[in-house]
């Protein structure tokens, strides 16, 4: 099957305005559908199963009140030293996860959903990517969790904003830290039998 003739509905089930601005990026304007589903209700200790399982689930949450759209769920942790962490409860959590992970390597596990409501098919697939973080004094830590950045964000960082300027170096994709993995979403779309310039404004 190849669907090329004619544009589709592509709905994000995600309120990430950073994932929203990827999309927006390479030419896809998305629907947004918030999912508001419990995370805290999923409980799994591996870093992988944990976000593609998040990503199915809010993706499943939005897809009944669409017909024949593409919709796509995403969620992203961050591990160090094989600790899972999403977004800081709190600035004094923020700061301490900061103070445990400048000058190590984590890794950002995004998980991705992509549910075909015309061919009632999904695929399932998860991003890994290494952040190299730079060894920063307490007194920045403080000054970045002021600012309210890293509460918003899974790993207490947003690569796309001040926290690019304590990553020293990235081994993988680079959209997939900022929370949805640009060449992935193109090989789920084609996996799919779509072509990517369907969904091009």
């Known amino acids: 099957m190849n669907n090329t003739s004619s544009k589709f509905q592509f709905v994000l089930a995600s309120a990430s305005p950073a994932r929203l601005k990827l999309l927006r990026m390479v030419g896809i304007e998305p629907t947004v559908c918030k999912s508001d589903f419990d995370e805290d209700s999923i409980q799994i200790e591996d870093a992988e199963e944990l976000v593609k399982t998040l990503a199915r689930c809010k993706g499943e949450t939005v897809a009944p009140k669409f017909n024949g759209a593409l919709v796509l769920g ?27 992970m400048r000058g190590k390597m984590g890794k950002i596990y995004t998980g991705h959903a992509l549910i075909d409501l015309k061919q009632q098919r999904q695929i399932v697939l998860c991003g890994i990517t290494n952040v190299h973080f730079a060894n920063i004094s307490d007194r920045t830590i403080e000054a970045y969790v002021a600012t309210g950045e890293p509460l918003n964000c899974a790993g207490s960082f947003a690569l796309e904003g001040k926290g690019g300027m304590f990553v020293e170096k990235i081994e993988g994709c680079h959209s997939n830290v900022i929370g949805l993995s640009l060449p992935l979403l193109y090989q789920m779309i084609e996996k799919l039998g779509y072509n990517v310039t369907s969904f091009w404004n």
Do not use: F, H, M
């Open 74 to 100: 995403c969620d992203s942790v961050l591990t160090v030293n094989d600790r899972i962490y999403g977004k800081p409860e709190s600035p004094q959590i923020a700061i301490a996860r900061w103070r445990g």
